[in-house]
T-cell receptor
Framework: GESVGLHLPTLSVQEGDNSIINCAYS??????FIWYKQESGKGPQFIID?????DKRQGQRVTVLLNKTVKHLSLQIAATQPGDSAVYFC???????????FGRGTSLIVHP | NAGVTQTPKFQVLKTGQSMTLQCAQD?????MYWYRQDPGMGLRLIYY???????DKGEVPNGYNVSRLNKREFSLRLESAAPSQTSVYFC????????????FGPGTRLLVL
């Protein structure tokens, strides 16, 4: 995950809009990527993962896109709902590693 | 299933005091982890346990010790707390030490004065 400073980037959207949250990673050896959602006062919760042999993976209302060329992945949330308001962060693992490196996260605020 | 549970939820310590953070999981997972999360930063791994009877250092182990008491429980001890250890601590578990989903507890908020 990327280092973006002490303040979390924030994305504000209206309910019903699609949201796109971005993450850059630095290790070119990373081959497994995970998105987590963390609601206020709670622990992180797994959303979706993707391996480096794929460039897109879809879940329920979520899609992860991976661009290995520029070391970037994104999380797309369709028809964003107020319950989607949380901090989202990515994690990556390099080949042979079992311990993920976590990014700092993006705060998603959904306005009703 | 309760998943991963942590106690206490919140704790205030004075510099130099000691305490143990408790973690338990009921998913029969082999691997367990302790992370700390500081404002505006990603999770950083303190220690992990690949399986019962083994523990290994993570990215930021200084000032901490761990015990894998049994397959269910993994505790984190601060022997002499410092203000720099003020943080939110998360315990997590996974089925195995592979590229597996980690399941996180609700966290312990620690304030060291």
């Amino acid at each position: 995950g990327e280092s973006v400073g002490l303040h979390l980037p924030t994305l504000s959207v209206q309910e019903g809009d699609n949201s796109i949250i971005n993450c850059a990673y630095s290790n070119s050896a990373s081959d497994y990527f995970i998105w987590y959602k963390q609601e206020s006062g709670k622990g992180p919760q797994f959303i979706i993962d993707i391996r480096s042999n794929m460039d897109k993976r879809q879940g329920q209302r979520v899609t992860v896109l991976l661009n290995k060329t520029v070391k970037h992945l994104s999380l797309q949330i369709a028809a964003t709902q107020p319950g989607d308001s949380a901090v989202y962060f990515c994690a990556d693992l390099a080949g042979g590693s079992y311990i993920p490196t976590f990014g700092r996260g993006t705060s998603l605020i959904v306005h009703p | 299933n309760a998943g991963v549970t942590q106690t206490p939820k919140f704790q205030v310590l004075k510099t130099g005091q000691s305490m143990t953070l408790q973690c338990a999981q009921d998913m029969n997972h082999n691997s367990m982890y302790w992370y700390r999360q500081d404002p505006g930063m990603g999770l950083r791994l303190i220690y992990y346990s690949a399986s019962e009877g083994t523990t290994d250092k993570g990215e930021v182990p200084n000032g901490y010790n761990v015990s894998r008491l049994n397959k269910r429980e993994f505790s984190l001890r601060l022997e002499s707390a410092a203000p720099s250890q003020t943080s939110v601590y998360f315990c997590a578990s996974s089925e195995d030490l592979r590229r597996e989903t980690q399941y996180f507890g609700p966290g312990t908020r620690l304030l060291v004065l």
